[in-house]
């Protein structure tokens, strides 16, 4: 049987379909929509228009759940994650998250409670990032890496090997799991290559 979930991401993503696509096993099946910017800032949340628009159509593919692939968005404002979730769910008729969220559930279910952030966004998102996982979730950033990103652009042309590279400068003893929200940054073929101990 084959499962359905839709997915919502910024319309300057060129990873997330990519990714899936070549990872999914064959019994999920992702289907996308693609949302516009609220302003011209780099980072800024989806136009809630876009949002309740494009969730609809997603809700008549008859996906199970729907989830916006935008983790900066929910580090924007408090309610942001309340609300859009309701939005989509009003949009499409089945549950829904925002990828934020997806990340702390994980967190949270691996059993986790030290975590390290690896990412391609600013110290000023990163610090964002920090005070939202640690607030809602319970978790303890022991520490974080980034690559200074400006836009999403820049992130899709950066490479793995970035990643690879920051990992010793941040690995602890105290680590029991690695996050890496990384937007528009492939880093899923990039897994296998993790040290184990970063696992």
Do not use: W
Request: proline share 7%; with cysteine; hydrophobic share 40%.
């Amino acid at each position: 049987m084959i499962r359905h979930f839709g997915v919502l991401i910024p319309s300057t993503n060129t990873t997330v379909e990519m990714e899936y696509t070549r990872l999914l096993p064959p019994m999920l099946q992702v289907h996308v929509g693609r949302l516009g910017k609220d302003d011209t800032t780099p980072f800024a949340p989806s136009r809630p228009d876009d949002i309740a628009y494009q969730a609809r159509l997603l809700g008549t593919a008859q996906v199970e759940v729907v989830c916006l692939i935008q983790t900066s968005a929910s580090l924007s404002a408090d309610e942001y994650d309340a609300t859009t979730t309701r939005q989509m769910t009003a949009g499409a008729g089945v549950p829904a998250l925002t990828s934020a969220q997806a990340i702390g559930h994980a967190v949270r279910a691996l059993g986790a409670s030290r975590i390290v952030l690896v990412s391609p966004s600013s110290q000023d998102v990163r610090g964002r990032a920090r005070q939202y996982f640690e607030s809602r979730y319970g978790v303890e950033v022991v520490a974080m890496e980034g690559f200074g990103a400006t836009h999403s652009y820049a992130i899709r042309t950066m490479s793995a090997d970035q990643a690879t590279a920051a990992l010793p400068r941040i690995d602890r003893p105290a680590i029991e799991a690695l996050v890496m929200p990384g937007r528009n940054f492939p880093t899923m073929g990039f897994q296998e290559r993790t040290p184990e101990n970063l696992r």
